[in-house]
């Protein structure tokens, strides 16, 4: 898990709102590694989810595995979140500065061997079967205040499947934990 302080967390928010911005002005924003340091440089998965000021999802979307650096995750995902989320209308000039984004940096994805190992509140859950595979962040469980069971089912419901899948042997139930901070 990558130990962003106070700097490292206002950069990307900066970051994603501004790579937002620059497509909302017909520009691309050109982020280059020499204008951050190392922690920023390191590849880490990333989620932007974007929210309205009445606490409503706008859009939120990332990238689960460490492939791209740090400040680039946040930048693509941000854009993506914006622009690319199925669920809801692109982003529109006018309505940016009435979101409140937050960050969702990535740690290391585990498998789960025993629902006894997951922690509501620290844990975020990826659930998969076949084709089939959905993720909710750590912070959605706590945000809804479910407890272990319903924050399995809804994974699961993410994932397209039935709401008890996670019983199954035949489902993958993985575990991550996530530094999460906001505007």
């Known amino acids: 898990m990558l130990d962003l302080n106070e700097d490292h967390r206002k ?5 994603a709102r501004q790579s937002i911005a620059a497509v909302l002005e017909g520009r691309a ?7 951050f340091d190392e922690i920023l ?12 000021h009445d606490d409503d999802l706008r859009g ?8 791209h650096p740090l400040y680039q995750a946040v930048a693509s995902s941000a854009i993506s979140a914006a622009f690319r989320d199925p669920r809801f209308p692109p982003v529109h000039a006018g309505e940016l500065d009435q979101l409140d984004l937050e960050i969702s940096v990535m740690g290391p994805i585990e498998v789960v061997t025993s629902i006894e190992e997951i922690v509501v509140g620290r844990d975020g859950l990826i659930i998969s079967q076949g ?19 319903t924050f399995l089912e809804q994974t699961c419901v993410k994932a397209g499947l039935p709401r008890d899948a996670w019983r199954s042997p035949h489902c993958r139930i993985e575990k991550f934990s996530a530094v999460v901070f906001g505007e």
């Open 11 to 15: 950069t990307l928010l900066r970051i």
């Open 29 to 35: 924003r050109e982020w280059k590694a020499d204008e």
């Open 41 to 52: 440089r390191r590849p880490a998965g990333a989620f932007v989810t974007l929210k309205t």
């Open 60 to 67: 939120c979307i990332g990238s689960i595995q460490a492939v």
């Open 131 to 149: 084709r089939n595979a959905g993720l909710l962040l750590p912070q959605v469980a706590t945000d809804y205040e479910w407890d272990r069971k």
